[in-house]
């Protein structure tokens, strides 16, 4: 199994590092990616990938009742994954695709090893110190440029390989 988490692992980190690669700077968002792709497949691919591979470790490392969370989390992957088009025709099901995945995959972290959730505490410093460092008088425009979602993405995924391996 922990061959099965590496591969995912490996996919969706290398995919992002190649998209910030390849941008010169980190992306608003994961998902963002999308549009600076000249193949899209990459994106589904990556997506949709990286959650079936990552799905039998999460439902070994789950307890029993808690192992529909982890499917719920892997659904969403894939409806995100198949709906990439975020500011277009596809926004509502992308949001929807997203929304599961990061809750249900931070519950689900809840109930299996509920101290990764600390690694939330290490953001909200990020943020509060980049905020304060980089204040341009307007709340919103300040937290934009810090780019929150592609740290929430990250930590919301580190949170679930973590969970895996332990």
């Known amino acids: 199994m922990i061959l099965l988490v590496l591969m995912s692992f490996i996919l969706i980190a290398g995919y992002v590092f190649a998209m910030i690669k390849k941008g010169k700077e980190i992306p ?3 998902s963002d990616t999308y549009y600076a ?26 307890s029993e009742n808690s192992q529909f969370l982890v499917f719920l989390s892997v659904v969403g992957m894939g409806v995100l994954g198949v709906s990439p088009n975020f500011k277009g025709s596809q926004k509502v099901s992308h949001c929807i695709g997203a929304a599961m995945s990061l809750i249900f995959s ?36 300040t937290l934009v440029k810090r780019k929150p979602m592609f ?5 919301s995924l580190l949170t679930v390989y973590l969970t895996c391996l332990i």
């Open 28 to 30: 608003y968002s994961i």
């Open 37 to 62: 792709l000249t193949h899209k497949f990459w994106f589904t691919l990556c997506m949709v990938g990286s959650g079936a591979l990552l799905l039998p470790a999460a439902l070994e490392a789950s």
């Open 106 to 141: 931070q519950i689900w972290v809840g109930c299996n090893a509920w101290y990764w959730l600390f690694l939330w505490v290490g953001f909200i410093a990020y943020l509060a110190i980049a905020i304060s460092e980089n204040w341009t008088g307007n709340f919103i425009a």
């Open 151 to 155: 740290w929430i993405e990250v930590i």
